[in-house]
T-cell receptor, first 111, second 109 residues
Framework: AQSVAQPEDQVNVAEGNPLTVKCTYS??????LFWYVQYPNRGLQFLLK??????LVKGSYGFEAEFNKSQTSFHLKKPSALVSDSALYFC?????????FGQGTTLQVKP | DGGITQSPKYLFRKEGQNVTLSCEQN?????MYWYRQDPGQGLRLIYY???????QKGDIAEGYSVSREKKESFPLTVTSAQKNPTAFYLC????????FGSGTRLTVV
């Protein structure tokens, strides 16, 4: 069965520090992996995706993610966090025409 | 501008009443999806449709119904059989990439 796990409910980081939001997945076959961000009472905004090619994917707002096939992970990273990055982040997997989400991680960036 | 429109943004209904949530897209996307979002549970797939006049159940379809009579429209009906309907509902479409609507927050009292 396909699944996505985000092991941390919340990540706290100081502004200017690097941030990592973790994601692991389980799938048979090649995964299409995504990261989305959600602000309160809003829809999801696309950040980046991995389909094939380079394992390091660069996306919107300075975010990047590294695909690691051996560890079945797709962690989201940013070198220097901003207070405005505070939001709910979702990792997602698409394999059979459906998008399957992790449970979400709340990122709190403190000034 | 192309996009997905969900209406209304907030919806209140009495327990036992059916309610229909609207989702319209002008992206010419073939596939459309409905997700339910609850705190701490992420987004769960209710129904999806990959082509007009066809749709499939997702992981939590019980108590919901959909139709796909037009490519642009994929309305979701929350029936009285849905035991805990209060939630945030998100519609999405797909063609090369996923696009999400801004959501409808349904509160049943």
């Amino acid at each position: 069965a396909q699944s996505v796990a985000q092991p941390e409910d919340q990540v706290n980081v100081a502004e200017g520090n690097p941030l990592t939001v973790k994601c692991t997945y389980s799938v048979s076959g090649n995964p299409y992996l995504f990261w989305y961000v959600q602000y309160p009472n809003r829809g999801l905004q696309f950040l980046l995706k991995y389909i094939t090619g380079d394992n390091l994917v660069k996306g919107s707002y300075g975010f990047e993610a590294e695909f690691n096939k051996s560890q079945t992970s797709f962690h989201l990273k940013k070198p220097s966090a901003l207070v405005s990055d505070s939001a709910l982040y979702f990792c997602a997997l698409s394999n059979t025409g459906k998008l399957i989400f992790g449970q979400g991680t709340t990122l709190q960036v403190k000034p | 501008d192309g996009g997905i429109t969900q209406s209304p943004k907030y919806l209140f209904r009495k327990e036992g009443q059916n309610v229909t949530l609207s989702c319209e897209q002008n992206l010419n996307h073939d596939a459309m999806y409905w997700y339910r979002q609850d705190p701490g549970q992420g987004l769960r797939l209710i129904y999806y449709s990959q082509i007009v006049n066809d749709f499939q159940k997702g992981d939590i379809a019980e108590g919901y119904s959909v139709s796909r009579e037009k490519k642009e429209s994929f309305p979701l009906t929350v029936t009285s059989a849905q035991k805990n309907p209060t939630a945030f509902y998100l519609c999405a479409s797909f063609q090369a990439g996923y696009t999400f609507g801004s959501g409808t927050r349904l509160t049943v009292v």
